[in-house]
């Protein structure tokens, strides 16, 4: 996908899927169905392209909000304790029953219900106050003197200053620390240098794919003779994640 996923519209997003061209594509995880043909889903049930992105959503990813819940709390810029609730309150659960499960009282439960339904409107009058902003200053608030801010890739963790990362200084390091067959010199120390590299380094793998631990070691292999500390490094960067048991790892979306 051209865009990332806070790019589309906000009803796209909600949907879980958009037409693209002549194919609708998942905004999850990248799937695509094409647009005249006919697909046949769990059950033995058939849909045209659009039918069977709709119904992928729900069978990979029950629904969008279920889904954004599940990913890093920056993502959505909630605060863990918010996260959780809203998983609780997702589920129909009573204030009671949330404050049970959370160890906190009904009443700060009400609390934040009312400070959610605030961060709603916030949110919104947020949206349009850049939307209104980029088309005043033609960049918008991702402009600076050294050109614009990159965007933050879906999953990242812990995001900060580190992310504030232009396209010259994006580039300016890729031609530092690669060679000329796309090998790695060195495994950078600073943090932001780091970042840029192990994005630089997910051009190798595709976006949701499942891979064995051998597959990505085959992978980081040729790119360095450390490979172990770069597939560390794209899981506790929130490149990549993987099962509980190492054995099996997934690019995320990038």
Not at 12 to 29: K, N, P
Not at 56 to 82: C, M, R, S
Not at 199 to 221: C, D, H, Q, T, W
Request: glycine share 8%; aromatic share 8%.
């Amino acid at each position: 996908m051209e865009k990332q996923l806070w790019e589309h519209e906000i009803i796209e997003i909600a949907q879980g899927y958009v037409r693209e061209g002549t194919t609708y594509v998942c905004l999850l995880c990248g799937t695509a169905f094409e647009a005249g043909r006919v697909y046949e889903m769990e059950g033995g049930l058939l849909y045209d392209a659009q039918g069977a992105a709709k119904r992928h959503v729900t069978q990979a990813h029950g629904t969008v909000a279920d889904w954004l819940l599940e990913q890093e709390p920056a993502l959505t810029g909630l605060t863990e304790l918010q996260q959780q609730l809203l998983k609780h309150i997702s589920a129909g659960r009573a204030d009671a029953e949330i404050a049970k499960h959370a160890g906190i009282a009904p009443s700060t439960v009400r609390s934040h219900r009312f400070k959610l339904r605030e961060k709603e409107k916030q949110a919104t009058l947020y949206l349009a106050l850049m939307h209104s902003l980029a088309e005043k200053t033609e960049k918008g608030i991702g402009a600076t003197a050294q050109g614009m801010l990159d965007p933050v890739h879906p999953a990242a963790t812990m995001v900060d200053d580190r992310y504030g990362i232009t396209a010259a200084e994006r580039e300016k390091t890729v031609k530092t620390y690669f060679d000329e067959t796309g090998a790695l010199r060195q495994i950078p120390v600073k943090e932001k240098k780091k970042i840029i590299v192990l994005r630089e380094i997910m051009k190798n793998f595709r976006a949701e794919k499942a891979y064995s631990e051998k597959e990505i070691n085959r992978v980081l292999g040729r790119i360095h003779a450390d490979y172990a500390t770069l597939r560390r490094a794209l899981v506790e960067y929130g490149f990549m994640d993987r099962t509980p048991d190492g054995s099996i790892y997934r690019a995320i979306g990038n």
